[in-house]
T-cell receptor, first 115, second 109 residues
Framework: ETGVTQTPRHLVMGMTNKKSLKCEQH?????MYWYKQSAKKPLELMFV???????ENNSVPSRFSPECPNSSHLFLHLHTLQPEDSALYLC??????????????FGPGTRLTVL | TQLLEQSPQFLSIQEGENLTVYCNSS?????LQWYRQEPGEGPVLLVTVVTGGEVKKLKRLTFQFGDARKDSSLHITAAQPGDTGLYLC?????????FGQGTRLTINP
């Protein structure tokens, strides 16, 4: 248990579907992250939120839409995805951006398959 | 662009053997972290090294940060099947982490 939960753990969707991934952290952290993990590639940072404000969008296509209603919750809304978007989507939290040691705590991930 | 190269990418050894995983970059990082990820789970932080030349030990795992803070190594002594997993190094730069591609380690009984 890392203190970061993600739902659903597995998701299969068609290219025309709309779905959302949810992340919740119980650590009192102020920064939250979305990463994409594909086979044979390094973890790719997608979005960063610090105190509910988006501070980084790493050139992510608009078919991925993040939402951070408060410091404990983070969503990733998905629509008209492509098969190459199939991957493990990881959420992480951190005490704050720009702190002394940026140690991140990860959730278990959502395994997404786009048909 | 800061990059971290991990080697080897895959390693399969017998229980009881020793091994070393390397994490190299041409960039300087203010700190470097090692994570282990098991199947179906997210990465879990093992250690953070901060000072050039720093060595940290976690039971049978020894982590070293290079003098110039550009590289790091993870040495495992007497590997056990429970050490199996994906090992990721991550360098702290520009207020975000840069991850290596990982080393997939398999320890055979």
């Amino acid at each position: 248990e890392t203190g970061v939960t993600q739902t659903p753990r597995h998701l299969v969707m068609g290219m025309t579907n709309k779905k959302s991934l949810k992340c919740e952290q119980h650590l009192g952290h102020n920064a939250m992250y979305w990463y994409k993990q594909s086979a044979k590639k390094p973890l790719e940072l997608m979005f960063v939120y610090n105190f509910k404000e988006q501070t980084e969008n790493n050139s992510v296509p608009s078919r991925f839409s993040p939402e951070c209603p408060n410091s404990s919750h983070l969503f990733l809304h998905l629509h008209t995805l492509q098969p190459e978007d199939s991957a493990l989507y990881l959420c992480a939290s951190q005490r704050g951006v720009g702190g002394l040691y940026n140690e991140q705590f990860f959730g278990p991930g959502t395994r997404l398959t786009v048909l | 662009t800061q990059l971290l190269e991990q080697s080897p990418q895959f390693l399969s050894i017998q229980e009881g053997e020793n091994l070393t995983v390397y994490c190299n970059s041409s960039s300087v990082f203010s700190s470097l972290q090692w994570y282990r990820q098991e199947p179906g789970e997210g990465p879990v932080l093992l250690v953070t090294v901060v000072t050039g030349g720093e060595v940290k030990k976690l039971k049978r795992l020894t982590f070293q940060f290079g003098d110039a803070r550009k590289d790091s190594s993870l040495h495992i002594t007497a590997a056990q099947p429970g050490d199996t997993g994906l090992y990721l190094c991550a360098g702290e730069g520009a207020q975000k982490l840069v991850f290596g591609q990982g080393t997939r380690l398999t320890i055979n009984p």
